[in-house]
């Protein structure tokens, strides 16, 4: 196998974590977008909605998500809301209280070891005649779920009324009051999309992982990163660079090891602090109303 070809079937090996990298941080920018708040407990409501998952497809066969949406709003509830609007630094505390908190919490309801959740589509590598590629029907789910979610709600923010208050409300919030519209409101619904992205990226990244009380921990940092790469207030921006940093652990992974990839995400990060803080799809007026 030339050079080449070893590259690409690294590239096509990092598709589908680089896509749920890409879900995690796509929720990170949501939050953010409507509340200017950054909720690390993401990654905890993502496997708390999974291990719902698993026990609700273990009883009845079938997939249940609708927990994202519930678990957005209880954050939501537990952070922003008994907080002053001033002091976002205390809700983004708070974020890892509630991760704590959701991590113990699914540690005595389901333990502390790792399980293994079903994989609903094929795993195996595409055959194209007599080569097997390291991509497989599962991970072009994944990425077209992660294209659907984004081209979805960036049409949701910039084309309706309901997209255009959210993000008012994040940054003139009294002036968005006076035009009669209910702040809670659209922030409890920019968590509540929020947890149903988290809700996916966990059910989707179980299958081909596995699940544990902690196990998502790394994907937090590794979100964190492209979220704040692309620019925190770009869902187009957190989707391609969480590909390109499932990419990029792919890359490493593959050509050195496994421990080295979270330090080749974190170097790129610092480079990107220090030659554009702001993100590379930030705009000089993303901040205007």
Known sequence: MNPLEVLVGY????????????????ALVLTWRSSRVINFAQVGQAMFTS???????????????????????????LTLRPIRRSDSSGAIIATFGILIALQAGAAMIWGGDLVAFPQPFPASGIETGDRVWPISIYDLVVLGVAAALVL??????????????????????????????????TLALGWALAGIVGSLAGVLIAPISSLSPNSFDLLLILAFTAAVIGGLDSLVGAVMFGLGTGLLLSVVTGYSSAEDAPL??????????????????????ARDV
């Open 11 to 26: 590239l096509l090996g990092g598709v589908a974590n680089g896509a749920v990298i890409a879900l995690i941080a796509l």
């Open 152 to 185: 979805g709600l960036s049409l949701f923010l910039t084309r309706t009324g309901i997209g255009l208050a959210m993000r008012a409300s994040a940054f003139q919030p009294e002036v968005v009051r006076l035009s009669g519209i209910d702040v809670r409101k």
């Open 264 to 285: 080749a995400a974190l170097i790129l990060l610092a480079l990107n602090l220090l030659l554009k803080p702001g993100g590379v799809f930030a705009r000089p007026g």
């Open 51 to 77: 291990f719902i998952a698993l026990s609700v497809q273990q009883a009845t066969g079938l997939w249940w998500l609708a927990a994202g949406a519930v678990l957005g709003l209880v954050v939501y509830l």
